[in-house]
């Protein structure tokens, strides 16, 4: 039972232009949501996270939304560089449990 | 610089033997998680603790997996016996995990089981 979703295994777009990766999840009691990046051979790195009380956070290039009632969170980057194309995962957090999506391969061409 | 260590790396094994993984967790941080990445499932947790107790490690075949914490400075998953289908990348994760703070992972050991 996946209770975190990343519907899309692969995402391309034009350098300089936006780059949208989303996420779906079953469980209304998670309370915490990350964005995690992970470049082959190296582990994932952490990128932003949300609270289930926010709709938005900003950092950078990088925004996430939170949509409660539709359980569905999308990260933004604009704009999107060569330097971000890896495996983007989103987590959901209960109690301090995180709870991993499959993962979107992003590639941002040149 | 504080991160998360890993041993080893890299694990070429036969079917039936056993396989130990290590990780040092970052010095000060009450929680470690052990994951495992495969291309289907992405990355799954197999367990985790909080403070050296194990919490949850409903994610791991019970029969063949164990994961302990001996003490504060590791953290290990052993694997008894081996099987093909165990291969995968497996991952350590610490953290301070309050209020929805990140983990902070290692680099992993790529397993291979013949």
């Known amino acids: 039972d996946q209770q975190v979703k990343q519907n899309s295994p692969s995402l391309s777009v034009q350098e300089g232009r936006i780059s949208i990766l989303n996420c779906d999840y079953t469980?209304?009691?998670?309370?915490?949501f990350l964005w995690y990046k992970k470049y082959p051979a190296e582990g994932p790195t952490f990128l932003i996270s949300?609270?289930?009380?926010?709709d938005k956070n900003e950092d950078g290039r990088f925004t996430v939304f939170l949509n409660k009632s539709a359980k569905h969170l999308s990260l933004h980057i604009v704009p999107s560089q060569p330097g971000d194309s890896a495996v983007y995962f989103c987590?959901?957090?209960?109690?301090?449990?995180?709870?991993f999506g499959t993962g979107t391969r992003l590639k941002v061409l040149a | 610089d504080a991160r998360v260590t890993q041993t080893p790396r890299h694990k070429v094994t036969e079917m039936g033997q056993e396989v130990t993984m290590r990780c040092q967790p970052i010095?000060?941080?009450?929680?470690v998680f052990w994951y495992r990445q495969t291309m289907m499932q992405g990355l799954e947790l197999l367990a985790y603790?909080?403070?050296?107790?194990?919490?949850?490690d409903s994610g791991m075949p019970k029969d063949r997996f164990s994961a302990e914490m001996p003490d504060a400075t590791l953290a290990t998953l052993k694997i008894q016996p081996s099987e093909p289908r165990d291969s995968a990348v497996y991952f350590c994760?610490?953290?301070?995990?309050?209020?929805?703070?990140?983990?902070?992972f290692g680099q992993g050991t790529r397993l291979t089981v013949v």
């Open positions: 987590a959901a957090s209960r109690r301090n449990k995180y709870i």
């Open positions: 949300i609270s289930s009380i926010k």
């Open positions: 469980n209304s009691m998670f309370d915490y």
């Open positions: 603790f909080r403070n050296r107790a194990p919490l949850d």
């Open positions: 994760a610490s953290g301070l995990v309050i209020g929805g703070t990140e983990a902070f």
């Open positions: 010095l000060g941080h009450n929680t």
